[in-house]
Nanobody, 123 residues
Framework: QVQLVESGGGLVQAGGSLRLSCAAS????????MGWFRQAPGNEREFVAA????????RYADSVKGRFTISRDNPKNTMYLQMNSLKPEDTAVYYC????????????????WGQGTKVTVSS
């Protein structure tokens, strides 16, 4: 089992920045690929970014490429999502997830999920 806890969400104006964190506990964090997903009201959960277990491979959704940066600190058992140039359409609950196998962009591939942190971007 891996327990994941997100933090760092909040209310920000368009053009602003936020940094989300995902703290992991339980199993060896460095064995897991990690991902960020988001879900806006009335929408399905969508892929945002993913990072391989050692950080050597990264994937982004086209909608966030160039604005968001995913990273991880394995000794600290933590993953991050730096979000810059935020837009109102980035408003959603953001979830982190862990994958026992390899980096993935589909939610169904992930084995463990956090409870989410809410991000609201005002125009």
């Amino acid at each position: 089992q891996v327990q994941l806890v997100e933090s760092g969400g909040g209310l920000v104006q368009a053009g602003g920045s936020l940094r989300l964190s995902c703290a992991a506990s339980g199993r060896t964090f460095s064995n897991y690929a990690m991902g960020w997903f988001r879900q806006a009201p009335g929408n399905e959960r969508e892929f945002v970014a993913a990072i391989s277990s050692r950080g050597g491979t990264i994937r982004y959704a086209d909608s966030v490429k160039g604005r968001f940066t995913i990273s991880r600190d394995n000794p600290k058992n933590t993953m991050y999502l730096q979000m810059n140039s935020l837009k109102p359409e980035d408003t959603a609950v953001y979830y982190c997830a862990a994958d026992r196998t390899s980096i993935a962009t589909k939610a169904s591939a992930y084995d463990y999920w956090g409870q989410g942190t809410k991000v609201t971007v005002s125009s």
